[in-house]
């Protein structure tokens, strides 16, 4: 059963990480990330080369009407933490090659991009943006 599961774990590593991310169609990209676990809404644009933390795909969870730009990063877990969730509210943009990372210590709550959100290209998030709210910057500031 162990020998299972752990194939079961590297099949999806393989699909979230080295197929999904170079699928030249986003309905083919959204399709696999949704059969690996992800929990992803309705009309979502997720470009290509993203990378979604596969360590556990129920703790990162995107609304409907999602944009979410090239390159974006985003880790639920760091070095020696625990996992804690990444949720995307609807209608939130993410820019060009940003980073959302959950936060270190003794938060439970991990992080919310609110809904109708900016996120602006290169920005680090690592801490929630609020509903209507713009966000850039390393670490990001919260501009509108």
């Known amino acids: 059963m162990k020998f299972i599961k752990k194939i079961g774990k590297y099949i999806r590593k393989v699909i979230s990480v080295r197929v999904a991310p170079y699928m030249a169609l986003n309905c083919v990209r959204i399709f696999l990330y949704r059969l690996c676990g992800y929990k992803i809404g309705k009309h979502v644009f997720i470009g290509m080369r993203c ?7 129920k703790m990162l969870t995107i609304e409907d009407n ?18 804690y969730p990444i949720t995307i509210k609807k209608n939130a943009y993410i820019g060009v090659r940003a980073t959302v990372i959950t936060k270190n210590g003794d938060s439970t709550e991990g992080i919310t991009i609110g809904e109708n959100a900016v996120v602006g290209a290169c920005t680090l998030v690592n801490k929630n943006v609020p509903d209507g709210a713009t966000a850039v910057g390393v670490p990001c500031r919260i501009i509108q």
Request: hydrophobic letters at 30%; one cysteine or more.
């Open 51 to 57: 990378y979604l933390d596969d360590m556990d795909p």
């Open 66 to 83: 999602v944009t979410i730009s090239y390159g974006v990063f985003m880790a639920c877990h760091g070095r020696k933490q625990r996992h």
